[in-house]
C-alpha cells in the first residue's frame, strides 16, 4: 500500500466558507483522481486543445496530493507555492516553482520537452519525469499531473493551480 498525503496550506484558508467547500471539493476530486491513477496505472488525459501560450505565467499551487518521499517529508512546512510556465521554442516549457520552507525559499527550475502532444510534456535531468495539463480553463485554474521515476522509485503527484493568491469569492 502506497503512503498518500495532502497538503492544502493557503492564503485562502481565511476565505469565506464558500470558498472553503468548493476547494474542498475540488481536493476530494484530485485526490479520487490521483488513487484512480495510482491504482489502475491508468492513461492520463491532457486538456484536449491545450495552449501553451494561454498557459503562460505565474499560478499558485494551493493544492497537492502526492506519493513522493521528498512531498511526504516537507508536507507540514509546505505553504502555497508559485509556479511559473515560460513557453519555449519548439513547444517546450520552462517550470520554476518557489517553495517557501521557514527558513528560506526554495527554488526548482525544470526544462520539459514537448512529446507532440499539446499539453504533455518529459524530462529525464534527474530521473524520468511526465508532467501533464489535465484541465485547465487557463484564467483561474489548471489541475497538473506529475510522474517521476527516479532509481526505480516512482511517485506521482496532483496540484491544482490557482492563478490568484487567493480563492475570488463565490458569487
Not at 11 to 39: W, Y
Not at 51 to 71: E, Q, R
Request: charged share 20%; with cysteine.
Amino acid at each position: 500500500m502506497r503512503k498518500l498525503a495532502w497538503s492544502f496550506k493557503s492564503p485562502a484558508d481565511s476565505q469565506c466558507e464558500h470558498s472553503t467547500v468548493r476547494m474542498e471539493a475540488m481536493l476530494l476530486n484530485i485526490g479520487l483522481a490521483l488513487l484512480c491513477v495510482l491504482k489502475t496505472q491508468a492513461e492520463v488525459p491532457v486538456q484536449p486543445d491545450f495552449d501553451l501560450k494561454k498557459f503562460t505565467g505565474t499560478w499558485h499551487i494551493v493544492v497537492g496530493a502526492s506519493n513522493c518521499p521528498v512531498f511526504l517529508s516537507m508536507k507540514e512546512i509546505m505553504k502555497t507555492s508559485v509556479a511559473i510556465i515560460t513557453a519555449m521554442p519548439g513547444g517546450d516549457l520552462t517550470l520554476t516553482v518557489g517553495f517557501p520552507l521557514p527558513d528560506a525559499c526554495q527554488k526548482i527550475e525544470m526544462h520539459l520537452k514537448s512529446t507532440g502532444q499539446p499539453g504533455h510534456y518529459t524530462n529525464s535531468e534527474m530521473g524520468k519525469r511526465d508532467m501533464r495539463v489535465v484541465e485547465t480553463d487557463y484564467d483561474h485554474y489548471a489541475i497538473v499531473y506529475m510522474f517521476k521515476d527516479q532509481g526505480g522509485e516512482t511517485s506521482v503527484t496532483l496540484q491544482l493551480f490557482n492563478a490568484f493568491p487567493e480563492l475570488p469569492p463565490v458569487s
